[in-house]
């Protein structure tokens, strides 16, 4: 019997551990937003804000970025959440990015260590013709990104420490996404 597998379907989920959701609760509650309901709505337990990290799926954690952009009015808070979020701890790729000389040492110690914390997180970084760096953020498993807050988090994040590292506010040329063009930008 020949079965035929649709490698275009996100794999069964397992959830990992993420800071993410915590500092979210935490950016809400100093802004005065009753994030309860939404807590509810992804299980997170009722001392997520006090935690480092709580586990999630992927998908579930594109979910509730979409979800805290519409209780905030904000259908790009994604892009935004990485210059503000609190965070208690880093991880170690933004560790070891932040103690390197360079940009170009800082990206290639993200692209090695990142998985280490994501196992599904993979980042690849390239120096092509004419001196142009290229950074890319894939998830294993979905060939089509997770969602779109995801990849909007991830770019944000990403532009958020090569501006940093670089001390310059145009970190980037050109930017493409996986998920399709919003309606209404």
Known sequence: M?????????????PSPWPLPPALMRWLAARGVDASLLAARFALPDD???RDEVPMT????????????ALV????LALQLP?????????LHELAARASGTVREAMERTVRY???????????FEVVDGGEARWRHQMRGYPRGVGRASN???LGAALLHLRRAAGAPDAARRVWFMHPRPRHL
């Open 73 to 76: 009015g904000e259908p790009y």
């Open 152 to 154: 909007e988090y991830a």
């Open 2 to 14: 020949l079965r035929l597998v649709d490698r275009t379907r996100t794999p069964k989920e397992a």
């Open 83 to 91: 210059a503000e979020l609190p965070f208690r701890r880093y991880g």
């Open 114 to 124: 990142a998985s280490l914390i994501h196992p599904r997180m993979v980042f690849t």
């Open 48 to 50: 997520a804000a006090e």
């Open 58 to 69: 992927p998908t579930a954690l594109d979910e509730l970025l979409d979800a805290a952009g």
